[in-house]
């Protein structure tokens, strides 16, 4: 069974900077899958963050582009993302997710909190 482990969440003010990671494991094909981080605040739908493909091509939500980076570690089955010039509105529970042969896996989720 896949198991995804999100981490680095917490509590930051505007401006800062956080750096979330994801950990999968479970005998994953983590090299062929596509990685993802969503997000959902209170009272709002789960959107799409960023996603990075097995080639390594990146997608970003309009929202997020310039100032988050997703990457990833084939060899040590992680995926992180990078935010950077956070913003109030971006706090929101981050969830990570893995998409492989038609299926979809996701983490537990980690706090994002942006506030002064």
């Known amino acids: 069974q896949v198991q995804l482990v999100e981490s680095g969440g917490g509590l930051v003010q505007p401006g800062g900077s956080l750096r979330l990671s994801c950990a999968a494991s479970?005998?994953?094909?983590?090299?062929?899958?596509?990685m993802g981080w969503y997000r959902q605040a209170p009272g709002k739908e789960r959107e799409l963050v960023a996603t990075?493909?097995?080639?390594?091509?990146?997608n970003y939500a309009d929202s997020v582009k310039d100032r988050f980076t997703i990457s990833r570690e084939n060899g040590k089955n992680m995926v992180y993302l990078q935010m950077n010039s956070l913003k109030p509105e971006d706090t929101a529970v981050y969830y990570c997710?893995?998409?492989?042969?038609?299926?979809?896996?996701w983490g537990q989720g980690t706090q994002v909190t942006v506030s002064s």
């Open positions: 997710k893995l998409r492989v042969v038609g299926r979809d896996f």
């Open positions: 479970g005998g994953t094909i983590f090299s062929i899958s596509t």
């Open positions: 990075i493909a097995s080639v390594g091509s990146m």
